[in-house]
């Protein structure tokens, strides 16, 4: 019997409304009653004076690269960034080399997982093959191979009758369907958010109606077909009034917002920063408050990194030229804290709800609570504690951040899952 | 007032002194240029290279006429077919040019903020020959240069852009300099290619001819490029010639002695009758010899040239 005792920490755990300050123990990897004496006896105390003592996180949306292209990311090296940044579940998109549209690599990605993961990792597949959006990937097979969802990540079908055959067939499985919502067309080549600071700068925009329309369309389909589909970093003030409309009337739909989108505007681009340049891109102040307000309302059910590595020199090019995406599961919880908990908006519980059990519901990953018999995946930070993230200084192996030399608030101290410490604060200890 | 940049990039960061500074400087090499020995050894001994990404023979040759009047060993690039299509980075190929030993580098690329990303690599002057649909520096300074030359001084004076705006970084850098100067900027064009965002610059946006020309001192026309990215902008080069087309009729809708401006190359009986681009009111050529005198400025001022030393 192996046992973890944490002591005089402030527990909060958002799902059962629990704030308080107290003991937190963890027994055979699971969140236990307080156990006998004897067990405390031999269990691994752990002082959190001063500290949060909370759920580990759940991101339901990271890129981590693997298979097809190491240079950028690991299992090891993504599930480090995890850990330090406090999550201890990750959701990884399928957009992969090659992409997660069979099996075999269902089980390829589970084996390195098993070998060289850190926290918990969920694959999902793909909705087409090849991600092309054009023949339906075997979705039921994938499913049983262990997926969570399916997604053409990082791609939109553009085929609406394709996108409603893939819902309603999805749906017979229990499967939900991510989607990366954007219609081609309308974003054409952009590279940034279509208006003012676009037109001032002569960059070629991303039209939100881009975004608007295929959230739309997708809320229809969810609509005919009672189907689940979750929307990917909402960026957009109409998508947001769409999808609160389309929630009142009971639709099946769930969405997420990033870090960088709630935190951001395009303003950042008349630097011509390329670790700025993101899909969607950053909108302006009226998306953004819209999206702090969604949050608050409900209306977006979670926050959701994006987790995008992109090696330095791809990113050391011609705005035009970088590509899309950005780094965000080491600075994910403090600009949340920044946006929600610091600015005076929420209390620390509520804050932390966008990061635990509200993605966990979303895909029934049972993860993101503190709750006796869960998982004994818990973290302890301090919120208030002051950092600034540096230029090779992550444990990604990218550093394409937004907030590179940007103080931000609120540290990770420890990181354990199933009841396993793996991240002290400094340092990734062990191979979960 | 002295000149403290290693680089010019874009009007939106010069000041109205700083802009008066070219212009001083661009004085002196003018009156050069009207000498029988047409030549200054202010470069001597430096190597210029023009780096042209994307073609534009009337710019390059501009540039390179200029940093010969200055003395300079001039070397132009035309990059089409060099270092992208390779797959090399755009530091690495400017990181060579700097070790061959270039002196000065001036650049024309698709891709806006390309100019500024090189000026920070480098410790050698940069100068932006166009950047995508960013700026235009020097064109817009060659434009307020010859403006400034007919009227004095451009405080005061009301100026219509007329044409593709959205794809143009001659319009977005003139909008910066005629302002800086004094004057009042109005867009006018098919709403497509003149979005109401502009206004946020501090300009007036029109789409309608007759009350944007009405009290204009000057109406500077933009080359429609109706095979590019504009291909569904508008729905033909005739519907915008009926439309938006400048002509005799529609000229005599601005001032009396207005001035035509255009920076090349033109389509004749496209965004202008032809007529009208050769008539006495159009500066069209003056603004073409202007732009070598200003060139020389730019050159000379960020090689650590003085205003007042360059007349020699
Ligand atoms: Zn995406
Ligand atoms: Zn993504």
Known sequence: MSAIWIKNGRIIDPKTERDELGDLFIVDGKIAEKPSQDILDTAETIDAEGLVVAPGLVDLHVHFRVPGQKHKETIQSGTAAAAAGGFTSVVCMPNTSPSVDNTGTVQLIKDIVDKEAVVNVFPTGTITMGRQGEALAPTGSLSRSGIVAITDGGKCVQNAGLMRRAVQYAHMFGIPVIDHCQDYQLSGDGVMNEGFVSTKLGLKGIHKGAEDIIVARDIVLSTHTKAHIHLQHISSKLAVEIIRRAKSRGINITAEATPHHIDLTDSEIESFNTNFKMNPPLREEEDRLALIEALEDGTIDCIATGHAPHTDYEKDVEFDYAPFGVIGLETALSVTLGQFYHSKRLSLAKALSFLTYKPSEILHLNKGTLGVGADGDVILFDPDETWTPKFRGFFSKSSNSPWLDRELKGKVKKTIVSGKLVFDGSEILANG | ?312
């Open chain 2, 1 to 312: 007032m002295p000149w403290n940049r290693k680089d010019l990039i874009s009007i939106e960061q010069l000041s109205a002194e700083e802009i008066n500074t070219i212009f001083e400087t661009a004085d002196a090499f003018k009156k050069v240029l009207g000498r029988k020995t047409a030549k200054t050894p202010a470069l001597r001994g430096k190597n210029v290279v023009n780096l042209f990404f994307e073609n534009s023979t009337r710019t390059r040759v501009a540039f390179e006429m200029a940093a010969k009047r200055l003395s300079a060993d001039v070397t132009s690039l035309d990059m089409k077919t060099s270092s992208t299509a390779k797959g090399e980075t755009l530091r690495d190929t400017v990181e060579n040019i700097r070790a061959l030993q270039a002196d000065i580098i001036i650049i024309r690329h698709s891709a806006p903020g390309s100019a500024g990303y090189i000026a920070k690599i480098l410790d050698i002057p940069v100068l932006n020959a166009g950047d995508g649909a960013h700026e235009h520096p020097t064109q817009a300074l060659l434009d307020c240069f010859t403006l400034r030359e007919k009227w004095g001084s451009l405080k005061g004076r009301k100026v219509a852009i007329l044409g593709d705006i959205l794809y143009s970084r001659v319009a977005r850098s003139n909008i910066w300099a005629m302002q800086k100067l004094g004057a009042e900027v109005t867009l006018v064009g098919p709403s497509t290619l003149v979005p109401k965002q502009f206004e946020k610059l501090g300009v007036k946006v029109s789409h309608e001819l007759k009350p944007a020309l009405a009290d204009k001192d000057a109406v500077m026309l933009l080359r429609i490029q109706h095979e590019r990215q504009n291909a569904s902008a508008f729905p033909s080069l005739n519907e915008y010639k009926s439309m938006f087309g400048l002509n005799a009729d529609r000229f005599s809708w601005l001032k009396k002695d207005a001035i035509i401006m255009h920076p090349g190359p033109i389509n004749r009986g496209v965004e202008i009758d032809s007529d009208l681009a050769d008539c006495s009111q159009s500066v069209i050529l003056e603004q073409v010899t202007n732009g070598l005198a200003v060139r020389m400025a730019a050159l000379y001022l960020c090689n650590g040239g003085s205003a007042e030393a360059a007349i020699a």
